[in-house]
């Protein structure tokens, strides 16, 4: 039969042990959303979200137009082609109210000058093996913003280290921080994504993760997916 004093010491390891176990509870709900962050897509996706988002305060701070460059495949260093974007704001004259509606920026023939911009994110890499996603990469999407056939010119530095401006696809807020471009009726054009991967040598995309499709059971590339809200700008990480 135990005595008051070995009852006593198993009262105390079990109350040890639920306070360990709490513990270890608790640490795991901390560190648990940080490890679903830590991947380098998913670092990939939040910075993306975060630099939107900051373009579109900067639009409704400074009353001006601001334009997140996407980079394509139109690049000669292939080293950048969908690994790359930069942020640009649009200087404001207050002479011009809505600045769109005077001058058509997505024909590059008539688009204001590029001396018009001043940088408020320099040309970004994205994560080593991370590439802005085309829509036929992605799950229920058709097209995604790289894709969108909107374009204007922009400030960009050669292989060499010369200036020299490429046009490219955007995402624009105005100066209500509302989405501009693309175009209301570019409906299929309002998502940004990325996948993992890489472009080979001969310009082909090669990716480093998949998974079966949901739908048809095929091996798709792994992605994240950014949502725009037309009217008001903001923008939403969809589930992938």
Known sequence: MPTSNQRASSGLTLIELIVVLAVIATFAALVAPAISTSSPRRAAILELQSALEAARSSALANQTEVYVALMDATSADASKHYRQYGVFARKRDPSRRYFANQVDPTIATYAFPTS??????????????????????????????????SRR?????????????????????????????????ETDFHYLAIVEGIIAPDGSRVFTRTIPSPSSGADIPVTEVLGFNLYSGRIRLLSQ
């Not at 696809?169 to 693309?182: A, D, K, S, V, Y």
């Open 116 to 149: 018009e911009f001043d940088t408020i994110q320099v040309w970004t890499d994205l994560p080593e093996g991370i590439l802005l996603a085309l829509g036929s990469e992605v799950e229920g999407l058709v097209n995604t913003a790289v894709e969108c056939p």
């Open 153 to 185: 010119p922009f400030p960009t530095v050669s292989a060499t280290g010369a200036p020299t401006d490429l046009v490219l696809p955007f995402i624009m807020f105005n100066e209500e921080g509302r989405l501009q471009f693309p175009q209301f009726y």
